[in-house]
């Protein structure tokens, strides 16, 4: 017999005009992105959930894919349909760092890395392109092999990069190096969500001894 553990502890109606395509949780706050191109950042501290007034998160211009926050919660990084990644700082109400704009369709995932100082991405070309998130400048870019890129994700330490392609392959590259690491198999269509977790329980990161 199966039993439901689970149960729901707020839940906020309309939190946008059309769908929630992505959320991103960092302690006491939520950030939501939406199908009508709005991010939306949202206050836990309370009994309810509350929309914080006076935002002034960027709105794209197609559906958003994509949300994520830095460790300390000061920079927040949303992407759309639209090829345009936003790097926002919480701070001031989400006002805007930088723009980056990678083209139509070349942006499906991106998340900003725990330390706040870069944004990856991942790209129908088969790259994890990475840029400095203050100047929003491409500082590298990491070669997969692969197609279409559909997910990225830092690891929690900020030392590992893992994505999600569109033939099934998933792969974790050490951030610094660009060097393939991990190579997860198993799907057989298209790997749409990554997530990287620390260890005992997630992937251990190779140790790098210099000469």
């Given at each position: 017999e199966h039993t439901n553990m689970s149960s729901?502890?707020?839940r906020h109606e309309n939190a946008h005009k059309d769908g929630v395509w992505a959320v991103a949780w960092r302690r006491d706050r939520v950030l939501s992105g939406g199908l009508d191109g709005m991010v939306r950042?949202?206050?836990?501290?309370?009994?309810?959930?509350?929309?914080e007034e006076g935002s002034k998160y960027a709105k794209h211009s197609l559906g958003v894919v994509s949300v994520s926050l830095d460790k300390s919660q000061a920079r927040a990084a949303s992407s759309g349909l639209d090829g345009?990644?936003?790097?926002h700082d919480v701070t001031d109400k989400g006002s805007t760092i930088c723009t980056i704009k990678s083209g139509p369709g070349e942006v499906f995932s991106s998340c900003i890395t725990p330390s706040g100082q870069h944004v990856l991405?991942?790209?129908?070309?088969?790259?994890?392109?990475?840029?400095?998130?203050?100047?929003?400048?491409?500082?590298?870019?990491?070669?997969?092999?692969?197609?279409?890129?559909?997910?990225v994700q830092c690891s929690p330490d900020g030392l590992s990069v893992a994505c999600g392609a569109a033939e099934g392959a998933g792969q974790v590259y050490d951030f610094e190096t660009g060097k393939r690491v991990h190579t997860l198999s198993g799907h057989a269509l298209?790997?749409?969500?990554?997530?990287?977790?620390?260890?005992?329980h997630g992937i251990r990161r190779p140790v790098h001894h210099p000469p």
């Open positions: 729901v502890i707020q950042m949202w206050d836990t501290n309370h009994d309810a959930y509350t929309k345009i990644i936003h790097v991405a991942g790209s129908q070309s088969g790259n994890i392109n990475i840029w400095d998130a203050g100047s929003g400048l491409k500082d590298q870019a990491i070669n997969t092999a692969c197609k279409f890129i559909y997910a298209a790997v749409v969500l990554v997530g990287l977790v620390p260890p005992p």
